[in-house]
């Protein structure tokens, strides 16, 4: 009985070690079965083939309203937001798409002007709440009328953008009128704040419409140059996180601190500034890449928050990995900075942990992630092709 | 066919920690994800998003359903490899030790 236990143990203790050896040889391999060449989803010039893929699901969505309502039922169930975000990336990747290949402008403008002209409209009916999370009814915004900067911002850019790709009269003046409301209501106060949500103040919807100024200044010869440059004097003196350098996501109207620098605001936020004050949105980028950005065995991801900040996981931080802290939402976004700021060892890694943690699923040419939904999968096909509506607003 | 069903069998009723053993654990998870595959549980996974995955079936249903193909797709890509280099090991030291050790043995009893 107890040689047989002893051969038991031996037995046993051989196969853990084989076991572990096992792991340590396959836990190093691994993200080498995922990793392709980085033009899959990244060129400098042209559209790279997942970019093309992605686009194609987005555009049947916008041609098959059957499709798209299903989608944003399943969006809209957890987070209004989500539809609208999901129309701008993909307003923004259109005209970067067309900018990259002007020849396809012409299949792209009618889905960018759809999709603007329907945002509007529901804007225009149903209120701002529309596409705010029911909480924003919970309190009245403390400036009235009650506006959004999330909206104006976004939608002021969307035009900007779709201007950019070419010139449609019919957006200048309500792209000026709603740049009109943001900058009086950015003057209105020390701190330059607007509301996104009732006291409730974002630095990401901030970062989108000082863009959106600047493609104003380029488009109809304004100058914001001024306020832009105030913006981010005050930001670097009132909304920069001690411990980290880091702008905080979200503060009150008297510029009380909310939320602190999370992952699924900053890497947008470094990536808009680019547009703005390419040495800050480049800091604001090195500093997110160390607090937030990951590569594990050839694995890369986000963390929502730095390790010195304890913030509350929020709806824009999708699933996180308990242990690891890694976040779909911070993920998500960091794609749209390693690609802005060109930081390809990074990218590589995000595009692989995609490749194996996000299930592609491809039909007919068109590529989504089943892990993701609209709104992911637009912001990555904007990170797959931002750059030219950029370079073309910081031209000389 | 009666070879493939032996060989089933006998890998089925394996000794625990012999090569055999890690193979077949293999192949049940392998055969496991291809069913979930089959029956198209990656689209469940959405709840990794935030996403109701199905409005038509509950939150609590349709995110159980992608965690069901999650931890077998995270069983398939890490485990499964692993279990089968084990088995490998396992087995190159089995003839090692069966060419190396026994003569020596048997002389030493002799």
Not at chain 1, 100 to 107: L, S
């Amino acid at each position: 009985m107890k040689s047989n236990l002893k051969v038991w143990v031996k037995k046993a203790s051989l196969a853990l070690a084989a076991f572990t050896l096992a792991t340590a040889i396959w836990l190093p391999c691994l993200h080498l079965f995922f990793r392709k060449p980085l033009s899959e989803f990244y060129q400098e010039k042209g559209v790279s083939p997942k970019a093309r893929q992605l686009a194609a699901r987005h555009l049947q969505l916008w041609t098959e309203p059957s499709l798209r309502q299903i989608e944003l039922q399943k969006m809209r169930a957890s987070n209004a937001e989500w539809d609208f975000m999901g129309r701008t990336f993909l307003v923004w990747s259109l005209v970067n798409m067309g900018l990259r290949e002007p020849g396809m402008k012409e299949e792209y403008l009618p889905v960018i002007d759809q999709i603007i002209q329907e945002t509007v409209r529901i804007e225009k009916q149903d209120g701002i709440y529309a596409f705010l999370m029911p909480y924003a009814k919970a309190r009245p915004y403390q400036v009235s009328p009650a506006r959004s900067l999330f909206l104006d911002g976004e939608i002021a850019l969307m035009m900007g953008a779709r201007r950019m790709l070419q010139e449609e009269p019919g957006y200048k003046q309500p792209m000026t009128e709603r740049l009109n409301v943001i900058e009086q209501r950015m003057r209105s106060n020390p701190l330059m704040a607007m509301e996104s949500y009732p006291d409730e103040c974002w630095t990401y919807d901030d970062a989108v419409a000082l863009v959106a100024f600047k493609v104003a200044d380029r488009l109809d010869g304004t100058d914001h140059t001024a306020l832009c440059q105030q913006w981010v004097a005050m930001a670097k003196e009132h909304l920069v996180d001690k411990k980290t350098g880091l702008l905080l996501s979200s503060y009150q109207i008297n510029g009380a601190p909310l939320y602190g620098p999370e992952g699924s605001t900053i890497w947008m936020v470094a990536h808009c500034l680019q547009a703005v004050d390419e040495p800050f949105a480049r800091d604001q980028y090195e500093r997110s890449r160390k607090e937030l950005g990951r590569i594990t065995l050839g694995f890369g991801y986000g963390l929502e928050w730095p390790a010195s900040w304890q913030g509350p996981m929020d709806v824009d931080s999708g699933m996180v990995v308990p242990g690891l802290g890694v976040s779909a939402g911070s993920s998500g976004m960091a794609f749209i900075a390693a690609s802005s700021f060109h930081d390809w060892n990074f990218l590589q890694a995000l595009v692989t942990t995609l490749d194996m943690a996000a299930f592609p699923s491809r039909q007919n040419g068109r590529l989504k992630y089943c892990a993701s939904n609209q709104v992911g999968d637009a912001a990555l096909l904007y990170a797959s092709v931002l750059g030219p509506l950029w370079e073309s607003i910081r031209k000389p | 066919m009666k070879a493939t069903f032996g060989l089933l069998r006998r890998l089925w009723k394996a000794e625990a920690f012999t090569p055999a053993a890690f193979l077949v654990r293999a192949a049940i998870l392998a055969a496991l994800y291809a069913v979930s595959c089959a029956a198209g549980l990656q689209e469940y996974t959405a709840f990794l998003s935030g996403t109701s995955p199905n409005v038509n079936l509950s939150w609590h249903t349709a995110s159980t359903l992608g965690l069901i193909h999650l931890l077998l797709h995270f069983a398939f890509i890490l485990l499964v490899p692993i279990l089968l280099i084990t088995a490998g090991l396992l087995a190159a030291w089995n003839g090692y030790f069966s060419r190396y050790a026994k003569p020596q043995g048997r002389s030493d009893a002799a």
